[in-house]
């Protein structure tokens, strides 16, 4: 092989090696910068709270990057809208909800989940008291999946006792976390299961990233605001 040719096989062996970590560190970007910042703002023990004011829809009182400056510790946060959403304060999680989503349907779920959390067709709703079922993205492909594609990323920080707040029809429905759990990923019991109480099932891949696993956080209500 004449010293040219080497010559050209090292030079698109580096262009591949360097193309594939370019994409490669793209891709798990979100996932580092959303663990960062979690962790900066749990070490500054800055924390999100529900804001039931007159802030606009969708906003924040204070930013994070705000907080961390001016040393608040407290971040106000407003639904998205109170016909169908869903903030979870641990994690910053602040979303529209799409009600009656198919699970079976891949292309109805996926332009469902390019506008927020998904609502499984066969659930419940928070005010008929069974399963009301979620799920969303917790990926790294914001370019093709958009920008709810890491909204569920930290659904692992989620612990026993931390709160979730789920708007429906004017009227907020709080859930208290009970339980975790990773199972396969073809698992259907969490949607299908029998209840007891009413119940708020969350539901992402595991790892974020993959499709491997499904994480599975389970909360039952504990209090209805009306007004």
Known sequence: ??????????SISNILLTTGLV?????FTPIVLQELSYKLRVFRNVN??????????????????????DGSKTLDIVPTNTDFSVIIEKIGVNAP???NVSVTEKDEY????KLGVAHANSASTPDKGGNTYLF???SNNFWSIGKYATIFNLLRKVENGDKVNVFYDG??????VIGNEVVSGFNTNPLTREVL????TLQTCDPPGTTLNRLVVTAKLVEVYKD
């Open 1 to 10: 092989m004449t010293f040219a040719k080497k010559t050209i096989l090292r």
């Open 23 to 27: 994409i490669l560190i793209l891709d």
């Open 48 to 69: 999100y709270s529900v804001k039931a004011g007159d802030l606009p829809q969708g906003k924040r009182a204070s930013d994070l990057f705000g907080a961390l400056v």
């Open 97 to 99: 909800i799409v009600k």
């Open 110 to 113: 996926f332009e469902a989940l």
């Open 136 to 138: 969303a993205h917790s």
């Open 171 to 176: 009227v907020r429905y709080e859930y208290e």
């Open 197 to 200: 109480e009413p119940i708020l």
